[in-house]
Structure formats: C-alpha cells, structure tokens
C-alpha cells in the first residue's frame, strides 16, 4: 500500500477489500484485548454508579481472567460480529481509499507531503465513521454489557441491539457519538496510516531492510505505539459517551468534563495496556496482513492504476 510500488500496483478495489478482509483477521486476532480495554475505560462509572469498593478489574491480564472466571471464555468476544461488520466497513473506506485519495489531493502526482497525507488520513477516516458509526455503537454496547449489576444482558443478539437502539433512542442512538468518533479516527488514521507510511519509506529509502515482513513488522508497531499515545484520551470519551445510557451525558464534551472532574486526569488513559497492546498487534496483524494480500492478489490482476 505504502512507499514504493510493486511492479504491478495494486488496484483500488484490490486495496478495499483487502483492507477490510486484513482488518477482520487482525480483530479476530486481538478482540479478547480490545474488550479488556473497553472494560477498562468504563470502569469509572461503573464504580461511581455501584459503590467505592466495586472496582474488578485490574490491568488488561486480570481483566481477561476476571472475564473468563466470572462470565466464560466467550465473553471475550462478545461483540464480535459487530466488530467484523464494523471492520469490513470501516477499514475498507479509512485503508483501502487511503492511497487513492492522497492521488485525488495531489492531482495523481506521486510526491505527497506529510500536509498532504494527513488530509487523506482525515477524510478517509471521517468517511469510514459516517458510514460504519451504528456498528461500533452496538460493538462497544456489547463489550460494555457486563456492567449490568443483575447479570443480565441488554441485547438478545447483534440484529436486536441495532433494533432496541433504533427503537429506545432513536435511529440518531445508532450515531451516537459519532462527534467524538470522526475525531478520535481523524486522529488515529493519521497517527497510524501517516505513521506507517513514513517508517516505511524511510526503512526503504535508506535500505534498511527490503519491502518484506520484517519491514511491514516494524513500521506497524512503530504506527500502533504512536497511535496509542495519540488517540487514548478520544478513546475513552468515545467509549464512556457511547456506552452511557439515554441522557446520562448532554454531550461528549460533557462526557469528558464529567471524567475530569469525577476521576481526573488519569481518567483519560485508562486501558492504556490494553489499548496498546492491541493496537500494535492489530497494526502489525493488519498491515503485515494487508500487504501480502495486495502481492497475492494482484499477481492475478492488473491494476488500472
């Protein structure tokens, strides 16, 4: 995708589906680690809500254990099929049309500035949101749903939840979020796609390594680490704000206030190990992922291109 080109570059289409077919294997891969860190970042107002003493989760391991001895197994992967129909929405349009709409920026030329990349990582991301918006809602909506103190679930199933949500708060509940959403992506596609972009050229550039795994292996972790550190604090508003019921915050401006006031500011990078445990493995499954399939495919198909 990024730096040189192969002798046959890939297509466009070859690029989206590509990228949302990586995406699927790489949250396949690391969902277990994604829901610790949604579990995590909940945690404040689950305890605000439930009493002093109800923490129980602490650090991405023991919340995995906790999950595991108190729910099951599966209880790591509740929200996956969300997770993949978010991803075969999302990453397709915020990877796959990344390449594309660099050329669109710079008129088909292939000199592309770091302004120019980061206006790709923005509008591609802003895009994926837009579209894919009511499948993270239920994602996280699903990971989240053992805060119910009864052991209930509020969702049957993956078609009910988009149903109860369109129905209890609207079909605008299916967006909800959405705001912190477009910025926490607009954030992490330029963090992440800008980053690997550059580590990349600059490993090929100076012939630090060929354009094969190990290189692929080090922009992505390179990519998820800064990613992490970058997108965070978004992240968890995103995550609280989605999460909460019907009125409970008037905004995700209010949603991040409320964390400060009540938590502080620590409260902005709780799951910060999970988070960045499965970014930097969800770049490096991802990307290493993507680039073989992009050489696969298109020893088959010539690109027009």
Known sequence: MLGKADLVAPSATVKFFGAGTAACIADLVTFPLDTAKVRLQVQGEIRKAEGANARKYHGVFGTISTMVRTEGPMSLYNGLVAGLQRQMSFASVRIGL???????????TESSG???RLMAGCTTGAMAVALAQ??????????????????????NGTLDAYKTIARDEGVRGLWKGCTPNITRNAIVNCAELVTYDIIKEVILKYNLMADNLPCHFTAAFGAGFCTTVVASPVDVVKTRFMNSSANHYSSAVNCALTMMKNEGPTAFYKGFMPSFLR??????VMFVTYEQIKRGVTQYWESPF
């Open 98 to 108: 990344y390449d594309s709409m660099k050329q669109f920026y710079t008129r088909g």
């Open 114 to 116: 770091i302004v120019t």
């Open 279 to 284: 970014l930097g493995s969800w770049n490096i």
């Open 134 to 155: 009511p499948t993270d809602v239920v994602k996280v909506r699903f990971q989240a749903q053992a805060r119910l103190a009864d052991g209930g679930r509020r969702y």
